[in-house]
């Protein structure tokens, strides 16, 4: 998808503060802008690798350390730099944002002798990090199978769904592990290498320390080795001596700084405080950005569609919600491009399928009969409500966390205005980001909750876990034979072309059916110091393969 340059700044002569005040009244159109991703890649500019230095990058607070009990990115980010997995995505300044090409990690290579088996030969002479219990023995492939039947049976582990498929995993050898699955599922590898949840960790550590909650706990294989730990100020890592990768990393360590306030957080990377973008994704907020660029120019920008989508989801297991009227009136009372523009200021309006992933992402306009129901009607909006038996409104809840920044919550501010101006009185409660990842985000919610959602690495994880009934990731409680059937079968399809093709029909009876209301993938654009060599980020949860890849210059 080829996305021409565009400078952020008005629309229609409307300042985006103006807008937030005066609530995007009714009737104001917003033009489509259009979105930019530089072409360039920061390869050629990287020179020869130097070593030592600590990188100080912006990071987040745990809230604790198993990889299986939490969806949580702030877990995961972490746990990226002392962690490997059997694949990893593809990394380096060469790779282009939102591209995830699977390669070998912990797995030297692989082979699938048919639709149901896949056998894995792992590296030999990989150690443990050299701290107790383990003490830098050789990971084997009792470690491997260790790991994946913790995954497929630790109560509690939300995203089990990923590798529901998967019968049993059995040592073959002492560097050989075999899958077998119930049944073909041919996004295995891609999903082998999500950095989420999928870490391979030691079982003398559960063992020894009861679970793997505690910060103790984090002892793997990864480029980095945690070594102190500050609740709510900082991780430090120091690098590996016995990664298995030769020669990386290059940097000494790497101080994880938590800082949460996000003014604080711009103003220490404008000081060079930070050698990174001070957000999630290292980035910086685009209503921020363009004093940022004019300020500091020589600092690297790097523009991303993002692969989740900022989302609407209701109790559709109960009325109203159950009613298709009713959820297709929500989705045309909001004008889209509006709060996208005021608040996010760059983006897309996506379908099922995150629009950061443009291989098998569906554009707006070719939803067919669905594309009318992303379009801003309150005329029509009213008339469905009515339709449903609510002509004089109702009421609702409408959940948010405040751990996502503000933009989500004014974002969600003005849903909850275009909301009111066709009948339905929402009331807004804010949850704490904890509470709501171990509520909310898996489902358990009344009337309506909104926020990124369907996050995925290939078009599988979009869909599979948010439509299969009885998944905690199917947050909207959703069970239509129809969508159950479609999502099963592109898992099983090997063809690319007829898989691909499976995905367009489901995409294009979620957009008629509306059972969540897709908004947007926005626009993120990360940001680095131009010291930070050999680098660029992509939008997967493994800061540590990328850090382990790039160098100090300062």
């Not at 559960?206 to 100020?233: M, Q, S, W």
């Not at 479609?486 to 489901?506: G, N």
């Not at 949860?541 to 850090?547: H, K, L, P, T």
Request: hydrophobic fraction near 35%; include cysteine.
């Amino acid at each position: 998808m080829k996305i021409p340059q565009t400078q952020p700044g008005k629309a229609q002569g409307v300042r985006r503060r103006d807008l937030l005040k005066t609530g995007l009244a009714a009737g104001v159109t917003l033009s489509t802008w259009p979105l930019y991703r530089p072409p360039a890649l920061w390869g050629a500019e990287a020179g020869q690798p130097k070593r030592g230095g600590i990188l100080r990058a912006w990071g987040s607070d745990p809230p604790h350390f198993d990889p299986h009990l939490t969806t949580n990115a702030k877990t995961h980010a972490a746990l990226s730099f002392v962690y490997s997995k059997l694949l990893r995505h593809k990394v380096g300044p060469d790779v282009p944002p939102g591209t995830f090409i699977v390669e070998p990690d912990l797995a030297e290579r692989w082979e699938a002798p048919d639709d149901t088996t896949y056998i894995f030969y792992l590296r030999q002479g990989v150690k443990w990090h050299n701290k107790p219990p383990v003490n830098g023995r050789e990971l084997v492939a009792e470690d491997v199978k260790f790991s994946f039947d913790r995954f497929l049976t630790v109560e509690g582990n939300a995203e089990r769904q990923l590798l529901e498929p998967v019968d049993r995993v059995e040592v073959v050898d002492r560097y050989t592990v075999k899958f077998l699955l119930k049944e073909p599922f041919v996004w295995l590898l891609d999903i082998l290498a999500n950095a989420m949840c999928m870490w391979i960790i030691a079982p003398e550590v559960g063992k020894h320390y009861g679970d793997f909650k505690k910060v103790d706990t984090a002892i793997g294989t990864g480029p980095f080795v945690l070594e102190h730990y500050e609740p709510n100020v900082r991780l430090v890592f120091k690098r590996n001596p016995d990664y298995f990768r030769e020669g990386l990393p290059y940097v000494d360590g790497v101080e994880w700084l938590v800082q949460e306030d996000e003014s604080t957080g711009l103003a220490m990377y404008r000081a060079g405080q930070l050698d990174t973008g001070p957000g999630g994704n290292w980035q910086v907020r685009q209503a921020d950005l363009e004093a940022l660029q004019k300020s500091h120019p020589h600092l690297h920008y790097q523009d991303m569609l993002a692969v989740n989508a900022e989302t609407i989801w209701m109790r559709t297991d109960q009325p109203p919600f159950n009613d298709v009227r009713v959820r297709r009136a929500i989705s045309q009372a909001i004008d889209r491009q509006a709060i996208l523009e005021a608040v996010y200021m760059r983006g897309e309006p996506t379908p099922a399928i995150p629009r950061g992933l443009a291989e098998w992402s569906l554009p707006i306009d070719q939803l067919d009969k669905g594309a009318k129901y992303y379009q801003y009607d309150p005329k029509e909006a009213k008339r469905l409500l009515a339709e449903a038996g609510f002509a004089k409104g109702m009421k609702t809840p409408l959940t948010v966390s405040s751990g996502y920044g503000r933009d989500l919550i004014e974002a969600t501010q003005l849903v909850q205005r275009y909301l009111k101006d066709v009948g339905l009185e929402v009331e807004l409660k804010v949850q704490e980001y904890g509470a709501y990842q171990a509520t909310t985000g898996q489902g358990k919610f009344e009337g309506m909750a909104m926020g990124p959602f369907a996050v995925a690495w290939e078009g599988d994880s979009a869909l599979y876990g948010p439509y299969m009934p009885d998944q905690p990731r199917n947050r909207g409680h959703i069970n239509d034979p129809k969508l159950t059937a479609m999502v099963q079968e592109q898992r099983r399809t090997k063809d690319p072309e007829v898989r691909k093709q499976i995905l367009v029909d489901f995409q294009r009876y979620a957009a008629e059916q509306q059972y969540y209301v897709y908004l947007f993938s926005v626009m993120l654009t990360s940001s680095w110091q131009p010291y930070l060599k050999n680098f660029a980020h992509n939008l997967t949860f493994d800061y540590g393969s990328r850090v382990a890849e790039a160098w100090l210059e300062r």
